[in-house]
């Protein structure tokens, strides 16, 4: 069975940092590239970040550009996104999403991947 399973999430107050980890189980995540998104209550589902295939190429929102890191080591089928600077408004569900091949411009629309996971809460308190 094909399945990303994200964790790391937490309550956190504002300033503070989490690291969040997406595991591919039933698949092998050298094929993919990982994006990372979150969906706020009543909000649309956004694009955070992404990594290409090999880990060599990177893009982020610009509300998280110089507080999000992603990161991947393939040999553990893992994608991180280490968060630091937290904010309210970063309080969101937030899920990792594998699309076969590479990315581009529209990266951060969730029709261009082919799974996703459940999800793991973020909370940050002010």
């Known amino acids: 069975q094909l399945q990303l399973v994200e964790s790391g999430g937490g309550l956190v107050q504002s300033g503070g940092s989490l690291r969040l980890s997406c595991v591919a189980s039933?698949?092998?995540?050298?094929?993919?590239?990982i994006g990372w998104f979150r969906q706020a209550p009543g909000k649309e589902r956004e694009g955070v970040s992404v990594i290409s295939v090999s880990g060599g190429s990177t893009d982020y929102a610009d509300s998280v550009k110089g507080r999000f890191t992603i990161s991947r080591d393939n040999a553990k089928n893992t994608v991180w996104l280490q968060m630091i600077s937290l904010k309210p408004e970063d309080t969101a569900v937030y899920y990792c999403a594998a699309k076969m091949g590479g990315y581009g411009r529209t990266w951060s629309r969730t029709s261009e991947y082919d799974y996703w996971g459940q999800g793991t809460q973020v909370t940050v308190s002010s």
């Open positions: 039933g698949f092998s995540l050298h094929d993919f590239a």
